[in-house]
């Protein structure tokens, strides 16, 4: 130390200690910013392994879900990591917060549809009130569910369009799945004469459909009363056809008309065209037939 004295670099080393202490406090922390992320990396890995252990006892949640679930749990990890690293590093994170706060602000200001379409399409994934294949109907649109996304929805119709329904609107609408059960139930309404034995033609048109080849059966199909119509008698037909499809749905339909037609045909039960009875009041003469002549009037 005296020699260094005297030679008058003493400042001088003293500068490099004290640089090469904060190359070492640097290099040191760089060393451990990449032990945590590559511990965050593997991490993802086991948290995968153990999200596909949990999931596979449960069958009611899809490929699909897992992946969604997986990608949160991951990017919410990923964000955890950046704010225990900016930390270790001693930067202010409030100014960074501050800033973050009022873009996130302005962002979902200005894309508050998108994000209600993405919120709801998460729970649409969760909740899964169809799946992709599923025939629906969400408000007054109907079709086959071909695509699901995080964003919306889309359906193939029975006109072969494709119908973009934004998530939001799917989440906030009623939604019938005819497909969930695996078998849809086909109402065919058809009226007898008032004078008919409507006993007698249930049993007619349940025989009929009883051995069609779209017809399960099993539930059995059923024959009711419906409704007193103005020149008939309504009777309801239910069947009930398995894998549900538009093209099934019609082809049931259709055989069932046609089979209780030519069945009434052959038994003599009439389906009456609508007509309406005219009465006159008996007070009044009822009705009067006017004849040419009648009240000095001749032909022209």
């Known amino acids: ?22 190359r070492a406090r640097v290099l040191v922390r760089v060393a451990i910013t990449m032990g945590f992320l590559a511990v965050v ?3 993802t890995g086991v948290l995968d392994d153990a999200l596909d252990r949990f999931t596979d006892g449960h069958d009611g949640i899809t490929d699909h879900q897992t992946e969604v679930m997986f990608r949160i ?10 704010i225990v690293i900016l930390g270790f590093w001693n930067l202010d994170l409030s100014g960074l917060l501050i800033g973050a706060g009022f873009a996130g602000i302005v962002l979902g ?36 569910v071909t695509d699901i996304t995080i964003v919306n929805t889309r359906l193939q119709t029975f006109d072969g369009e494709y119908v973009m329904l934004p998530n939001d609107v799917v989440g906030s609408s009623e939604i019938v799945n005819r497909s969930r059960k695996g078998r849809l139930r086909v109402h065919v309404s058809v009226g007898v004469d008032y004078e008919t034995d409507v006993e007698h ?13 779209d017809v399960l059966s099993v539930p059995r ?6 409704s007193f119509g103005d020149s008939a008698i309504v009777m309801d037909v239910r069947v009930w056809i398995d894998k549900p499809s538009s093209r099934r749905h019609w082809r049931a339909q259709t055989a069932v008309i046609q089979s209780v037609k030519t069945a009434f045909d052959d038994a003599g039960i009439k389906i009456p065209f609508p007509q309406r009875e005219i009465a006159g009041r008996a007070e009044t003469g009822g009705f009067r037939v006017h004849e040419p002549g009648a009240d000095g009037e001749t032909d022209d």
């Open 201 to 213: 033609a249930m049993d007619v048109a349940k025989d009929a459909v009883s051995d069609l080849d």
């Open 41 to 43: 990396y593997v991490g």
């Open 1 to 22: 130390m005296t020699v260094v004295v005297l030679w008058g670099v003493e400042d001088a080393v003293l500068r490099e200690l004290s640089r090469a202490q904060v």
């Open 221 to 226: 199909p059923q024959v009711v009363l419906s």
């Open 73 to 82: 749990l991951q990017i919410t990890l990923y964000i955890g990591a950046l």
């Open 109 to 144: 200001m200005a894309a508050r549809q998108t994000l209600g379409s993405v919120i709801a399409g998460l729970v649409l994934m969760f909740s899964r009130p169809f799946e992709i294949g599923d025939w629906v109907q969400v408000g007054d649109k109907q079709g086959i």
